[in-house]
């Protein structure tokens, strides 16, 4: 889990480094579990101090509400 996570993490940030020279990176995620969240805020604490200019707001979701979620934005994205 927390190899997937990080490889996550790392191509968001890379993705993030490639296209925006500032601004904020929203992140969804369903990892409302403990080590899964804390494995995100390191991940994003490191990116941050290593790109001052872009600010990462991780938004955590239940599982189920992260379902909703998910539905909810490929609804209003049709």
Do not use: Y
């Amino acid at each position: 889990m927390a190899g997937t996570l990080a490889f996550g993490i790392a191509l968001t940030a890379q993705t993030a480094t490639q296209t925006a020279t500032a601004g904020t990176l929203v992140i969804n995620a369903g990892t409302s579990d403990p080590a899964p969240k804390q494995a995100f805020e390191e991940l994003i604490e490191r990116f941050e101090a290593e790109n001052p200019d872009i600010e990462v707001k991780l938004n955590v979701f239940d599982h189920e509400g992260f379902k909703t979620s998910v539905r909810n934005f490929l609804s209003s994205q049709a």
